[in-house]
């Protein structure tokens, strides 16, 4: 399975502790391997296709094959995520702000509770936000909203999010957190950002779950995979 460009820093954390785990491609990965896996995945694209239907959107077809190997990473924890939600939600709280830059929060406050996040979460607009922590699906489709499956098609997580939204969102936020993006969306200050993460300095958290779904993302459209939570 292929690792990612930053990914290289999470055995630092997993040696600690197990937890969210990305993947782009597992349809492929399963294919002649795990026939119970690869049958059971099957099924949820169907159900997916079903929600598409259902929202006028034509099909998504995973990739049963592929050049490249599988995508694979993670095992950093949940809280992580909330880390880059609560960024989010601050950034676009300020938006108006032209010269609005991030201040460390405090490492005593829960990410996940945070009165501007909830906030954020109830306007149900973002793609990051609206998603399950530990399951569900982006998929390489234009969609302005998340879509939430239905009773006759059940997909874990409930919520399917688009993997373009999800770049573009994250896309806005490097400014703030000094990942610097070519035109390719490929990161090009890798080392700077390894030299933060490792010495946990302001926003390493964010930056390296940041980092790590823009990649993510990037793959899922290049490739035509949809990314799983899991």
């Known amino acids: 399975m292929k690792t990612m460009l930053c990914i290289h820093?999470?055995?630092?954390?997993?040696?600690?502790?197990?937890?969210?785990?990305?993947?782009?491609?597992?349809?492929?990965?399963?294919?002649?391997?795990?026939?119970?896996?690869?049958?059971?995945?099957?099924?949820?694209?169907?159900?997916?296709?079903?929600?598409?239907?259902?929202?006028?959107?034509e099909p998504h077809n995973e990739p049963e094959e592929m050049e490249n190997e599988a995508l694979q990473f993670g095992g950093f924890p949940y809280s992580f995520l909330h880390h880059l939600r609560r960024f989010l939600a601050h950034a676009w709280e300020n938006e108006d702000e032209e010269n609005w830059k991030p201040k460390p929060f405090s490492q005593n406050e829960d990410p996940g509770v945070d009165s501007v996040?909830?906030?954020?979460?109830?306007?149900?607009?973002?793609?990051?936000?609206?998603?399950?922590?530990?399951e569900g699906f982006y998929l390489p489709v234009k969609m302005p909203e998340v879509l939430f499956d239905i009773e006759e098609a059940r997909v874990p997580g409930a919520m399917i999010g688009s993997s373009y939204s999800l770049l573009e969102e994250l896309k806005g936020l490097t400014k703030y957190l000094g990942i610097e993006l070519d035109d390719n969306n490929d990161i090009m200050n890798v080392q700077q950002l390894n030299e933060i993460i490792q010495k946990n300095g302001d926003f390493w958290i964010e930056i390296l779950v940041c980092a790590s779904l823009i990649d993510a993302a990037k793959f899922s459209i290049n490739n035509n995979t949809a990314i799983l939570f899991n």
């Open 9 to 57: 820093l999470i055995p630092i954390i997993t040696e600690k502790i197990m937890g969210l785990e990305i993947t782009s491609g597992m349809l492929a990965e399963f294919k002649g391997s795990e026939p119970e896996a690869y049958n059971a995945y099957k099924k949820i694209f169907q159900n997916i296709n079903v929600v598409l239907a259902t929202n006028n959107l």
């Open 117 to 134: 996040l909830e906030d954020h979460y109830s306007y149900m607009e973002s793609h990051l936000l609206t998603h399950s922590d530990a």
